[in-house]
C-alpha cells in the first residue's frame, strides 16, 4: 500500500500564498509522477499540476504562472506554491502519485486526503 498525506492548506486572502506539502510513504519500488488535483464544491476533479521523476512539469492553464510543484524524490514528497491566489482556487486540494509497487512491480495509483484551501475576496 501506499500512503499519501498532505499538509498546508488553510485560509487567505486572495492575492496571498499557501505551500501545499505532500509525503507518500509505503512499499514502492519507484514513484513516476506526482501530482495535485483540486475539487471544488459541485464541480469534478481537475489536474492542477503534475511533475515526473525527471522534473517535468504540467500545469492547468488556469495556475500558469501563479502556481510551482516540486518534488524530491530522495524524500519522496512534492509541493505545491500557490501565489497570487483567487477565489475561484478554492477547493480541496489532494495529492497523487503513480509509480510501482516493490517487489510484485505492479503499477500503483494513490490519493491523499485533501486539504482544504480557502482564498477569501
Known amino acids: 500500500q501506499v500512503q499519501l498525506v498532505e499538509s498546508g492548506g488553510g485560509l487567505v486572502q486572495a492575492g496571498g500564498s499557501l505551500r501545499l506539502s505532500c509525503a507518500a510513504s509505503?512499499?514502492?519500488?519507484?514513484?513516476?509522477?506526482m501530482g495535485w488535483y483540486r475539487q471544488a464544491p459541485g464541480k469534478q476533479r481537475q489536474l492542477v499540476a503534475t511533475?515526473?521523476?525527471?522534473?517535468?512539469?504540467n500545469y492547468t492553464d488556469s495556475v500558469k504562472g501563479r502556481f510551482t510543484i516540486s518534488r524530491h524524490n530522495a524524500k519522496n514528497t512534492a509541493s505545491l506554491q500557490m501565489n497570487s491566489l483567487k477565489p475561484e482556487d478554492t477547493a480541496v486540494y489532494y495529492c497523487?502519485?503513480?509509480?510501482?509497487?516493490?517487489?510484485?512491480?505492479?503499477?500503483?495509483?494513490?490519493w491523499g486526503q485533501g486539504t482544504q484551501v480557502t482564498v477569501s475576496s
Open positions: 497523487n502519485a503513480d509509480g510501482i509497487y516493490f517487489g510484485s512491480s505492479l503499477p500503483f495509483r494513490g
Open positions: 509505503g512499499s514502492f519500488f519507484s514513484i513516476n509522477t
Open positions: 511533475i515526473t521523476s525527471d522534473g517535468n512539469t
